[in-house]
C-alpha cells in the first residue's frame, strides 16, 4: 500500500465480477445425461486425466490439475463466467441465499480466545442478549481457548442443523462468574438492505448492497416503513451494488413502473428473446425516485437503472456505471463445486446492451477504473466516452448510450485525492474495524451501555485516537497521512461510523457514512426544488 501515487481500485470491483448478474435456477451436473456421455471432448479430457492418476510416475494431485483445467478454459469465454471451487461454494451460496444457520455472532480469534465483534442483528445471539466484547470460552463443554483452533473450527462449533441448541459459557468484562447462554440454533439473517431512514421530512432512503433471494422481501418492508413516516420521494442507493440475482432487481424495478412496461428482455445463444414486462401495481408508481449509482454498480444494479431510465422514471445520479450485461447461470459440477456460465446478454428497454467491450482480455477489461482514472471520466462527465453509433431515444425524448454501462442523468463528480482513496480502501478493508475493536476493548462496559442519542452526542473521535491509528497502520506497513489536517475530518468520520456499526449494526453505519456525502447532498437539492 505504500507509493504516493499509487490509486486504490474499489475493493467491490473484484466482487462485482463474482457476483454479476445469476438466474435463480441452478442446473445439476448428471453424469448419465446424453449431453455429457456422447461428447468426445469430454471423454478426451476424462482418459487424460485417468492416464495421469493412474500411469503417471509421481503422484499428482489430480484435483488441482482439474481445477487449473476448468479456469483456464473459463478464461477463454468471458470476464464473467467463472469456477467456484468446493471449499468456496458452501460460502458463496450462503452470502447469496440472505441467511444462515447458526448462532448468529460474528468474531475475532484474540490471543487464542474467541471475542465476539457484534451479536447479528435477527439471530439467535442478539436475542438473548449476547454483546461485543463477550469472550466465548466453552460450546457444549468443550474448551474453545489457548487451543490455537482456526476461525472454521470455531464456526464448525457453532453452527448446526436449524432447532438443534448449543450451550456456550461467557466471560463478559465487569462479571466476576462465566455467563451460560443456551442457544437454539436458527436462521439468521444476511441483509442486503443495509439501511433506510429518511433524509427530510419527504424524502426516504435505501441503500441495496447486493441482490440476494432476500432483496425484494427487504425492499418492500423498507418501502412500507419509509411511507409510513411520510416518504413521497425515494432515494435508492446502488452505489457499490455488484449484482446478485436478476429477479430480486426485476421485482424491484416493478415497484416504480407502471403495469406492462417493459423492464427488460435477454438474448441467448440461438438468439431467441425473452420480454420482462411489469405486472403487478407498484408501490411507488406515483412516486419519485432517484437512483443512485456509481462505477461499483453491476449487473443488476444497472438493470434497475437502465429500466428505470428507459421508462422515463425518476432521475438516475451520480456515475457511470460498471457495465455488465451478461446473465449467468450456476451449475454444480457433481463434486461440490459449480461453474456461473454466461448464457445470455441483457439490453434494456430501449434496446441497448450495457456490457462494456472485452475483446482485449480480461486484465484489460478488469482495469477499466485505471482507465476512467486517468481519461478524467470520474471528475468530468464530458470525459464520458460514448459511441454515437449506439445512441438511443426513451419515450419521452432522452437520449442514451448503450456500449458500456449507465450514464447518469445527473453527473456529480468522484473526490479522486489520492489520500482519501487510501482512506476509502481501508475503511472497507478491515483495518478499521480491528482498530476500532480495539478501541471498544478498552471500554467496553461503557460503550455497550451507550445508546444511539448519547452516542451522537457524547462520542467524539480525538486527536489521540487518530494518532493510535496512524502507529497501528505503521506497525502494519502501511503509509498513508491519516493525520494530515485535510484528511482529520474524513478519518474521523469514518472511525465514528465504524464504531457505530459495531455497536448498532449497518443502519447507524451508513447514516454516518452519508453526512457530507456529495451524490446524497446532490439528491436532497432536487427534491427540495420540486
Known sequence: MKGKNKIYTPLLLSI??????????????????????????KQKLNRLIDYIDYEYVDDVNTDSIVDVTVNKILENLDPHSVYIPKDEYARVTENMKGDFVGIGVSFYNIQDTIVVINAMEGGPSEKLGIRGGDRILYANGKK????????????TQLKGKENTRVTIKVLRKGIEDLLTFKIKRGKVPLKSVNASYMLT??????????????????????????????????????????GGYLSEAINIADEFIKDDKLILFTKNKSG???????????????GKVYVLINENSASASEVVAGALQDNDVGTIIGRRSYGKGLVQREMELGDGSAVRLTIARYYTPTGRSIQKPYNNGNESYFNDYM????????????????????KYKTPGGKIVFGGGGIIPDIFVAKDTDSEKEKLNFLLRSGYLRRFVFSILEENREY???????????????????????DRYLRQLNIGMKSTSDSHKPLLRKYLKAEIAQQLFGTNVFERYLNEDDRIIEKVIELSREK
Request: aromatic share 10%; hydrophobic share 35%; net charge negative.
Open 16 to 41: 462485482a465480477c463474482a457476483i454479476g448478474l445469476i438466474l435463480g435456477a441452478r442446473l445439476n451436473f448428471d453424469p448419465s445425461d446424453e449431453l455429457f456421455t456422447a461428447n468426445p471432448k
Open 201 to 242: 421530512e419527504k424524502l426516504g432512503y435505501i441503500k441495496i448492497d447486493r441482490f440476494s433471494e432476500t432483496t425484494y422481501n427487504e425492499f418492500s418492508e423498507a418501502i412500507k416503513e419509509l411511507k409510513g413516516k411520510g416518504a413521497k420521494e425515494i432515494a435508492l442507493d446502488l452505489r457499490d451494488n455488484p
Open 371 to 390: 482507465r476512467r482514472y486517468k481519461n478524467g471520466e470520474l471528475n468530468n462527465e464530458d470525459s464520458i466516452e460514448v459511441n454515437d453509433s449506439l
Open 447 to 469: 460503550y455497550n451501555s451507550i445508546t444511539k442519542d448519547k452516542f451522537r452526542k457524547e462520542i467524539k473521535i480525538t486527536d489521540k485516537m487518530i494518532t493510535d491509528f
Open 272 to 286: 431467441a428473446i425473452e420480454e420482462t414486462y411489469a405486472q403487478r401495481k407498484g408501490s411507488f408508481e406515483n
Open 144 to 155: 474453545l481457548f489457548n487451543l490455537d483452533i482456526s476461525e472454521d473450527s470455531v464456526t
